[in-house]
């Protein structure tokens, strides 16, 4: 497998009326072809700046981002952010939320059949005419989803995308989101404060420390999907991962969230 994301010591801070506050300090990772990465940390602890800048939106203060080894400036075609606050246009249906972006295609019809395709993926099949507020919740989630993947990114940032779905309702996106990386392959970078979640979806789960935040800890998750979230592998990884974050955890899984 070759390298996709190289980063290499990241910094960044902000100007505040208290003086400068140091957010990521010294962060560096890489991520291979085709490799899904979930990184958990304290709230507030600079996950979603790391993201942004790995993902061109924000310019470090040192270190570099390299995506197949070029330097990462600005956001670029190769990726996508799929972000917690959602971004589907309330104006538009679902098959029209899905031809945005599609602009290497010049065909009404074909991008139209694109947009039904990806629309069939998520199981949206029957919805392609319907509105956003005629959906639920986690249809939107999978509108979102399937606009990202309709572009054929290679790479999918993910920054908390279910943390405003239901438990229910976040297990079945996860489990949808394995199914269509099974026939959609891309190389993933999670970003998310639930345990089970990492867990759940990534080859490896790295922990981030306390503001200025660094990587304290790597995981590897060496276990095939499906993976069954109460067996006894799980549950202590869990655990192990829990106590890297500071929080004491009990082996039954009531709440696996830091």
Request: with cysteine; net charge negative; proline share 6%.
């Amino acid at each position: 497998m070759s390298t996709r994301i190289d980063v290499a010591g990241l910094h960044k801070g902000f100007a505040t009326d208290k003086g400068p506050l140091a957010v990521v300090d010294d962060v560096s990772l890489q991520v291979e072809d085709g490799e899904f990465i979930a990184i958990v940390g304290p709230s507030g602890c600079g996950k979603s700046t790391l993201m942004r800048m790995i993902a061109g939106f924000i310019a470090p203060d040192a270190g570099h981002v390299l995506i197949d080894g070029v330097e990462r400036t600005r956001p670029g075609p190769q990726g996508i952010l799929i972000s917690q606050h959602g971004s589907v246009f309330p104006w538009l249906t679902v098959r029209q939320n899905l031809m945005f972006g599609l602009n290497d295609i010049s065909s009404k019809q074909e991008k139209a059949a694109v947009a039904d395709h990806y629309a069939s993926i998520v199981g949206l099949k029957g919805f392609e005419g319907s509105y956003p507020h005629e959906l639920s919740g986690g249809m939107l989630k999978r509108v979102e989803i399937a606009r990202a993947l309709a572009v054929k990114p290679a790479i999918l940032y993910m920054d908390e995308p279910f943390s405003a779905l239901d438990a229910l309702m976040s297990l079945r996106m996860r489990n949808e989101l394995l199914r269509i990386l099974e026939r959609e392959r891309h190389t993933v970078l999670l970003i998310t404060h639930d345990v089970e979640e990492a867990i759940h979806l990534a080859d490896r789960v790295m922990v981030l420390s306390p503001r200025p935040t660094r990587i304290q800890a790597t995981f590897e998750v060496n276990l095939p999907h499906p993976r069954k979230l109460t067996s006894p592998a799980v549950q202590e990884l869990r655990m192990a991962i829990l106590k890297e974050l500071g929080v004491e955890a009990e082996a039954d899984p009531v709440d696996a969230r830091a």
